[in-house]
Every structure is written in structure tokens, then in C-alpha cells.
């Protein structure tokens, strides 16, 4: 029995869809679009850069700054959304999780430790402190980021706090929170 190949099939019902949609065709023999990588996918970089600093492989001062900066990209992913599409910020976070963060140390282990942390390479600095800089910019830039992406729903909160003000206006004077429970009526069961 002769095997079938129904990719043409598949791909001209994928090229149909993309025409209802509106998205042009795409170019013959244009070489595919690379896949937008996902938050699982980030989340696997940012466990693959742990695992490169784990067990002393770089010091104590590159170990924490990395946690830093893998801690503060796992806090933004869930909510790039508030970046909108295309951000540069969005990116930023992306490329810092699968390649920015992941090159900078690999460039620091590929070099014999005592030569990286003892011999200045450039400016005076050694390797080294070229790595704590290069971490210490890549985590200042992801709490900006951060602080970006949070300020999202900060702002909204606000706004719906003006909204409900305009709404429903102002309390005269808030009640205590622990405001004793206003008398009732007495029963025979109270004791005087």
C-alpha cells in the first residue's frame, strides 16, 4: 500500500485559514517564522541557568545575583500581557531569560576560574567583575521592567477606586475596625 503525504493538504488548509484571517501569504521558500517562545519555555531557560550556577560552579556574589535576576523574571512572565504586544520591555524580559543571561555565563565558566577571577581583562576589571556588572545591569533592567509591568494593575486599582468614589461618593468618617457591636435589644438570657 503506498504511503500518503497529506502535509500539502494540511498546509494549503493552513494557507486558507491565514487568508481568511487576514495574514498575507507567506512568500515561497520563505524560511519559516521562529516560534514566540512561551512562558514554559521561559520558565525551562531560567531553570537551565540555575542548574549552570549550581554546586560552586561560579561564586557566591555571581550565584546571588543571578537568583536575583531569575527570581524577578519568574515574577514578571505572568504578566507581559500588561506590556501589550510587541513591547520592548516584553522582549527584553524573553531575551534575558533565553539569551542574554544564559550567554553572559557561559562566556564566564568557558574561562579557567583562577584566570577569570584573578587577571584584569579590560578597564582593570577582571572577568570576573565584567560578570558581576553585565548582572547587576540585566537585574536593574528587569525590576524596571517589573515595576512597569505591576504598575499596570496598580493604575487600575486606582482608577477603580476614583470610579467607585464618583460613583457612590465619600464616607463621612470611616468606622473603626474594632468598633465594639451596638447594643440590641436585651434578652433574659444576657446576665446584668
Do not use: C
Amino acid at each position: 500500500m503506498p504511503v500518503v503525504d497529506r502535509r500539502p493538504a494540511v498546509m494549503g488548509l493552513r494557507d486558507w485559514f491565514a487568508r481568511l484571517g487576514g495574514r498575507p501569504d507567506p512568500a515561497p521558500g520563505a524560511p519559516a517564522r521562529p516560534r514566540t517562545p512561551t512562558a514554559e519555555d521561559i520558565g525551562a531557560a531560567l531553570d537551565g541557568v540555575e542548574q549552570l550556577v549550581a554546586g560552586g560552579a561560579v561564586p557566591p556574589l555571581v550565584q546571588s545575583r543571578v537568583r536575583r535576576v531569575v527570581g524577578t523574571v519568574r515574577d514578571t512572565v505572568p504578566r507581559l500581557r500588561n506590556l501589550g504586544p510587541g513591547s520592548a520591555q516584553a522582549y527584553s524580559v524573553v531575551a534575558t531569560a533565553t539569551d542574554y543571561l544564559p550567554q553572559a555565563l557561559s562566556n564566564y565558566t568557558r574561562l579557567p576560574r583562577a584566570w577569570a577571577d584573578s587577571r584584569p581583562i579590560e578597564g582593570g576589571k577582571t572577568s570576573l567583575l565584567l560578570l558581576v556588572d553585565q548582572l547587576d545591569l540585566l537585574a536593574a533592567t528587569m525590576d524596571q521592567v517589573l515595576d512597569a509591568v505591576v504598575r499596570v494593575d496598580a493604575d487600575a486599582l486606582i482608577a477603580h477606586g476614583r470610579f467607585l468614589q464618583e460613583k457612590f461618593g465619600h464616607l463621612d468618617a470611616p468606622a473603626p475596625l474594632d468598633a465594639p457591636p451596638a447594643p440590641g435589644p436585651r434578652s433574659s438570657l444576657d446576665l446584668p
